[in-house]
T-cell receptor, first 115, second 115 residues
């Protein structure tokens, strides 16, 4: 089955700086890669996602890049703000029609924004 | 729309007891999922359903059973609870088709402690 590795487990950056979180996946059939933000005691919430036919996607201060050849994808947050502090999860999925369904998650990155 | 709801929010069980967690969604989604989240482990898929009356095993199905008798509800059962099942359980759903068909919407979670 799919295996998703996520690094780093903890990331501390100064407010206003950029943060980068990296993930690798093992199954070349995976074609959907979402990123979730989870605040303490809350549900995971989708912040951005990318499909395998796209190399990069941006949404204001957040961007995701995908390298299918190397099987890795990254989350980039620019101009970080205190409200960006949370745990971020990457995930991968084969998607509908590909057999097994559901998301395989990385173990998460605790992002700390230092004032 | 309430989105995805879960009942109960918290529960404490003794080893060997049984219980059922209820997930309900009012978005007419075809797909529903049960995940568990343990500290440092990310979310792991327990079981999922691609439609009313159908269920399938995920990554960690042992000790759990599920049923999808109605499209809007997905039940997760623990027949004989064990301390290893202490976790936070999240339900999620997604639609079959459309522009954002991959996106999974999560419920608020159920925190289960097995003593």
């Amino acid at each position: 089955g799919e295996n998703v590795e996520q690094h780093p487990s903890t990331l501390s950056v100064q407010e206003g700086d950029s943060a980068v979180i990296k993930c690798t996946y093992s199954d070349s059939a995976s074609n959907y890669f979402p990123w979730y933000k989870q605040e303490l005691g809350k549900r995971p919430q989708l912040i951005i996602d990318i499909r395998s036919n796209v190399g990069e996607k941006k949404d204001q201060r957040i961007a995701v890049t995908l390298n299918k050849t190397a099987k890795h994808f990254s989350l980039h947050i620019t101009e970080t703000q205190p409200e960006d502090s949370a745990v971020y999860f990457c995930a991968a999925s084969i998607g509908p029609g590909g057999g097994a369904d559901g998301l395989t998650f990385g173990k998460g990155t605790h992002l700390i924004i230092q004032p | 729309n309430a989105g995805v709801t879960q009942t109960p929010k918290f529960r404490v069980l003794k080893t060997g007891q049984s219980m059922t967690l209820l997930c309900a969604q009012d978005m007419n989604h075809e797909y529903m999922y049960w995940y568990r989240q343990d500290p440092g482990m990310g979310l792991r898929l327990i079981h999922y359903s691609v439609g009313e009356g159908t269920t399938a095993k995920g990554e960690v199905p042992d000790g759990y059973n599920v049923s999808r008798l109605k499209k809007q509800n997905f039940l997760l059962g623990l027949e004989s609870a064990a301390p290893s099942q202490t976790s936070v359980y999240f339900c999620a759903s997604r639609q079959l088709a459309g522009a954002s068909y991959n996106e999974q919407f999560f419920g608020p979670g159920t925190r289960l402690t097995v003593l």
